[in-house]
């Protein structure tokens, strides 16, 4: 148990919907990640926040927003969803610093139909 | 730009033999962070091992060490004694100075042990 917990595991949605996605970090870790993992591709880097702050973005589209509350736990909002979206999403925490690995998530598998 | 680049996407070894999976990487900073994940089948993304640029020797982790080469900024991880179990995707990682907000992934190594 890696100790970062995200829900749901699972998804299902139609084609233009939006879906919420949850993660609480390790306790103790300020950093969260999202990362977006297509079938049989690497993971790809969205969005880090660091204790409430939006801290380094990667290739994360326009309808997809996330956030990081006080109780450091984040949430990734994507929207007008469309079949290409249909990934397995990963959450990942850490500590800050060059050497601290990142734990992740079990991840969420959404699905868009 | 950072960039960490796997050229094999898949390998196949037997049980018991070492295997050696690719990874370079590309960075303009001096000071970085290298790591090894593992991904099996069942999803979770399991950390190895890790391999910091000053580090003068190579790390080591049970069965998984890194052959890390700075002249030609690669970290290969070997695994030796292969397992059925180390059927997985493997992913090498990285995280400089200049961003330590980022850990960006490489495309991944499907490796697959037989018996």
């Known amino acids: 148990d890696s100790g970062v917990t995200q829900t749901p595991k699972h998804l299902i949605t139609a084609t233009g919907q939006r879906v919420t996605l949850r993660c609480s970090p390790r306790s103790g870790d300020l950093s969260v990640y999202w990362y977006q993992q297509s079938l049989d591709q690497g993971l790809q880097f969205l969005i880090q926040y660091y204790n409430g702050e939006e801290r380094a973005k990667g290739n994360i589209l326009e309808r997809f927003s996330a956030q990081q509350f006080p109780d450091l736990h984040s949430e990734l909002n994507l929207s007008s969803l469309e079949l290409g979206d249909s990934a397995l999403y990963f959450c990942a925490s850490s500590a800050q610093g060059l050497n601290t690995e990142a734990f992740f998530g079990q991840g969420t598998r959404l699905t868009v139909v | 730009a950072q960039k960490i680049t796997q050229t094999q996407p898949g390998m196949f070894v037997q049980e018991k033999e070492a295997v050696t999976l690719d990874c370079t990487y590309d960075?303009?900073?001096?000071?970085?962070?290298l790591f090894w994940y593992k991904q099996p089948s069942s999803g979770e993304m399991i950390f190895l091992i890790y391999?910091?640029?000053?580090?003068?020797q190579n790390a080591t982790e049970g069965r998984y060490s890194l052959n890390f080469q700075k002249a030609r900024k690669s970290a290969n991880l070997v695994i030796s004694a292969s397992q059925l179990g180390d059927s997985a995707m493997y992913f090498c990682a990285m995280r400089t100075t200049y961003n330590t907000d980022k850990l960006i992934f490489g495309t991944g190594t499907r490796l697959q042990v037989f018996p």
């Open positions: 391999q910091g640029s000053y580090d003068e």
């Open positions: 960075t303009s900073d001096q000071s970085y962070g």
